[in-house]
């Protein structure tokens, strides 16, 4: 099993910044690849971006250009640099861990954090 603790979330004037921090424990080794979402109020879960344990990374095109994911495999961590930010960015952001043990999937999530963005 994975373990997964979201944290760096807030209040933020439109047009700040903002870098959400995941920290990953358990069975990291079997991590094949992690991702953000968010789920804004009467909405639903959407993907904010992914990054595979190859390198590829997947944006949702509300974000491309403005957020960044990146992982530091040694220290466990999931990071989502987020820039520009817009009052539509306001949301509970949560980190989600895919995991590979032979042919068994199983996906993993955090508690999330709030980001809110003030106009």
């Known amino acids: 099993q994975v373990q997964l603790v979201e944290s760096g979330g807030g209040l933020v004037q439109a047009g700040g910044s903002l870098r959400l921090s995941c920290a990953a424990s358990g069975s990291t080794f079997s991590i094949n690849a992690v991702g953000w979402f968010r789920q804004a109020p009467g909405k639903q879960r959407e993907l904010v971006a992914a990054l595979s344990m190859h390198g590829t990374t997947n944006y949702a095109d509300s974000v491309k250009g403005r957020f960044t994911i990146s992982r530091d495999t040694a220290k466990n961590m999931v990071y989502l640099q987020m820039d520009s930010l817009k009052v539509e960015d306001t949301a509970v952001y949560y980190c989600?861990?895919?995991?590979?043990?032979?042919?068994?999937?199983?996906?993993?999530w955090g508690q999330g954090t709030q980001v809110t963005v003030s106009s």
């Open positions: 989600k861990a895919e995991t590979i043990v032979g042919q068994r999937v199983d996906d993993y």
